[in-house]
């Protein structure tokens, strides 16, 4: 399973971006994608998740401001961004997992400037 992102960049304090991601190869229909971020120095962290068959997953910060949504294959994930601040600049990855399998993304930056 392959798992490419895209989206990121540079975007202003209170703006907003879309994350974009799929997954290609031995995919299955039933599984799991989310967004994690990792900041410099930090572990990298849950932002959301959801599942093919339940409802999203969000941490904390993303709450109120992020939105996670499926697009028209079952291989395909958003995270849709609002009010950016500079505590969400990170590199942001997509995790694909079915089962006991996990796949990554390479990541895509986000830089929010003030």
């Known amino acids: 399973v392959q798992v490419v992102e895209s989206g990121g960049g540079l975007v202003q304090a209170g703006g907003s971006l879309r994350l974009s991601c799929v997954a290609s190869?031995?995919?299955?229909?039933?599984?799991?994608m989310g967004w994690y971020r990792q900041q410099p120095g930090k572990q990298r962290e849950l932002v959301a998740s959801l599942s093919t068959r339940g409802s999203p997953n969000y941490a904390d910060s993303a709450k109120g401001r992020f939105t996670i949504s499926r697009g028209g294959a079952s291989n395909t994930v958003y995270l849709q961004m609002n009010s950016l601040s500079r505590e969400d600049t990170a590199i942001y990855y997509c995790n694909y997992r079915y089962s006991q399998l996990s796949y990554w993304g390479q990541g895509t930056q986000v830089t929010v400037s003030s």
């Open positions: 190869g031995s995919t299955f229909v039933i599984n799991v």
